[in-house]
């Protein structure tokens, strides 16, 4: 009696300093992984020449493993289609606009790779294998240099009519405040991200209030937002204000999710998710101080289980026969 | 040869003052209306009795039309649960906590009701039959005394986890904001309904500024959305101020709603949107002004189609056979 074959996926993260990749499982375990430099100064081409390597190489492993691939998965930032399989601006690959990655790599290896914002592939691999293994929906919130998101409705990546939902991060909760990256003013992200963490502190200190933080200011240095947690937690008073404004607004960010999608989970991941419960504890601690009671109970607020590889795992996930 | 018989279902829809009911076909057309007032004050076995009565007479009418009559559709305010059938705590009907109304009417009828939320059947029927026709996702915007919403997506609509998705009234758009009828501060309906409007243009007065409203004011009159509105298309100052504010919040609603749901539509409804352009095209100009290009295009915005009859249209469209 023959063994029925391991099935994998390869999984190609895709980001503006590393591709990371990795020969991954249906549940999620990484049986083979691969970092390298993406290069992206030296151009599109480039960069394809070294996705398609690093796709050649897992093939291979595969093949002499005995493993049998179903397929191959790319996570990108940024817009782009998932049903075309292009790139269209990702944030942190400059000169990539409307790139038709998935033609360009099936041209080069026969194999069509599914294409996936990288926040949605994230979301997927924890759904699947880490925070959200055993809810059928769930949102996640990426809390990093921005404030990605991912929504999964009926164990199914919700997408929306043009592919754009789940831009959490840009949702409005100040009319007319801070300026966020993306055009408009009073984003979540401009407040909550790390970014918008940093520069809250950064823009108290150069108002001359006291703080452990406005030394590294005097030397020059960039604050960054998890300074602003060490020195909240080392009891520094502004910093301690400026990361409880940062869990209030998370806090409404849940709330707002709440009213909107009525998840049974709501994860948190990315870097500023690394405060555990640091993080967790005000965020719920918000939710429950102002969202009504009247609306519905607060769903299971939980931090991401799978750390970096959560993108690269998805991505693979999204190209694996399910069955 | 006979003809197929014209299917038809009775809808009903439950409100604080008034019972509307008709007999609906799977085009949204009334055969047969009647209202009735809901006498709610004579407790809830007493309008149970007088929704089965209506139930009966629009039963009896389709008899003698020869109709076939697949089913009753309830529509009911406030929280409930579509999936048993019971009206959790409507905001209009004081009394009501926790009526199993499906069974109820059942027992008296020998046939279950579907139960839906008012602002979802009311959606529902302006999808089918209304300013949605042609789409596949869609949000409406009830604006009332206070914002309810229904969402639709891939042709049905989002219910959530606990049922208890689309309060997109109750996001929250203002941290620390005004407060809002549910508990929380800073939520869309505290802005942009009609009571939130209104409230406005009053504390505004109150504080000493001038307004054509100020007379009704001082007679001892309450203020209403509708004199807002009117005074605002008369050049009155004040009140253009504070239904440019109104329309600014909404663009807000709508562009947190692309963010969130990316639908292909979004429809204001209810006593509002019957200023129509005077409500519609500062809207749309807030979202052009305020939304990032980066994130996709603006969905089509629409004013409801249907009138106060969505509501009735929508519970019995609920409860038809589709083939």
């Given at each position: 009696m023959t063994e029925t074959p391991t099935h994998v996926a390869i999984g190609i993260d895709l980001g503006g300093t590393d591709i990371k990749s990795g020969l991954v499982t249906p549940h999620g375990t990484i049986v083979k992984s691969e970092t390298i430099p993406t290069e992206a100064n030296k151009g599109v081409d480039h960069v394809i020449t070294r996705i398609v390597g690093l796709i050649e190489s897992h093939r291979q492993c595969a093949v002499s493993e005995s493993l049998h691939l179903d397929g191959v998965g790319v996570g990108s930032p940024g817009t782009l289609s998932h049903e075309r399989g292009i790139v269209i601006a990702p944030p942190n690959l400059p000169n990539w606009r409307n790139v038709p990655i998935a033609d360009h790599i099936e041209a080069r290896i026969g194999l069509r790779p599914v294409l996936e914002n990288d926040a949605n592939a994230a979301a997927l691999a924890e759904f699947r294998c880490g925070a959200g293994r055993g809810c059928d929906s769930m949102v996640m919130l990426t809390l990093g240099t921005g404030i990605g998101s991912g929504i999964i409705v009926d164990s199914q990546l919700f997408r929306g009519s043009n592919e754009n939902a789940g831009e959490l991060g840009h949702t409005i909760v100040e009319l007319d405040g801070r300026p966020c990256n993306c055009g408009?003013?009073?984003?979540l992200e401009a407040y909550a991200s790390a970014s918008g963490t940093a520069a809250r502190a950064r823009e108290r200190i150069d108002a001359g209030e006291a703080s452990s933080l406005a030394s590294i200011v005097a030397q020059g240095r960039e604050i960054d937002a998890t300074m602003v947690a060490d020195a909240a937690r080392a009891g520094d008073a502004l910093a301690q204000s400026v990361w409880r404004e940062t869990c209030r607004y998370l806090a409404i960010g849940c709330i707002n999710i709440v009213r909107a999608f009525d998840p049974e989970r709501i994860i948190l991941s990315g870097g500023?998710?690394?405060a555990g419960d640091h993080l967790l504890r005000p965020v719920i601690a918000g939710f429950d101080a102002m969202a009504s009671d009247m609306l519905g109970n607060r769903p299971e607020i939980r931090i991401a289980e799978l750390g970096n590889d959560a993108g690269l795992v998805g991505a693979a996930l999204n190209a694996i026969r399910s069955d």
């Open positions: 408009q003013r009073g984003c500023m998710s690394h």
